[in-house]
């Protein structure tokens, strides 16, 4: 199944403050029904009302880690989408955190791919969903330095699972 067949018709919040981000994402995922929030207020209240097959949250400016407990309580996988808090603390906090996948901004142009991948994944029962991990792992060394994984021992102990190149 392509990339646009599993998308069409999916439910999709969207949170983001920057008007453009919210706009562009729109675009790109155009077969899918798309609810946006410029802020933690409106996410909420969509998320009290309506139920969505994957959520796409900002970091910064949303408090998209509030957003992600509750994504999470409510079983909404959650795709966090960033460009302020790129960095390997926030990739950690991310996937701690129970987001199933943590995506730069940067890479907007490939949302589809990245949410269609995680639908993919939860479609098959997967809950250690990865590939965009392997999509992206050469864009994190060179964003985070090549020694990145080495200082955080603990975390890929426990997350070995994402990283396919270990394999």
């Keep these: 199944m392509n990339d646009v067949d599993i998308l069409k018709g999916k439910k999709l919040l969207v949170v983001d403050d920057e008007p453009d981000v919210l706009e ?13 929030a410029p802020d933690f207020e409106t996410a909420q209240k969509f998320l009290d009302k309506n139920t969505y097959d994957v959520a796409i949250l900002d970091i910064m400016g949303v408090s998209g880690y509030d957003l992600l407990e509750i994504t999470n309580k409510k079983g909404v996988p959650s795709l966090m989408f960033t460009a302020h808090a790129l960095n390997a603390d926030d990739f950690v906090k991310s996937i701690e955190g129970g987001a199933k996948a943590y995506v730069p901004k940067e890479k907007m142009s490939e949302i589809a791919s990245y949410v269609a991948d995680l639908l993919r994944s939860q479609a098959a029962g997967d809950q250690k969903h990865r590939s965009w991990f392997g999509k992206l792992k050469t864009f994190f060394d060179k964003q985070f330095g090549s020694d990145w994984k080495d200082r955080r021992d603990a975390f890929w102990k426990e997350y070995d699972w994402l990283d396919p190149s270990d394999d």
């Design 24 to 36: 562009t994402i729109v675009e790109l995922l155009d077969m899918c029904q798309i609810d946006t």
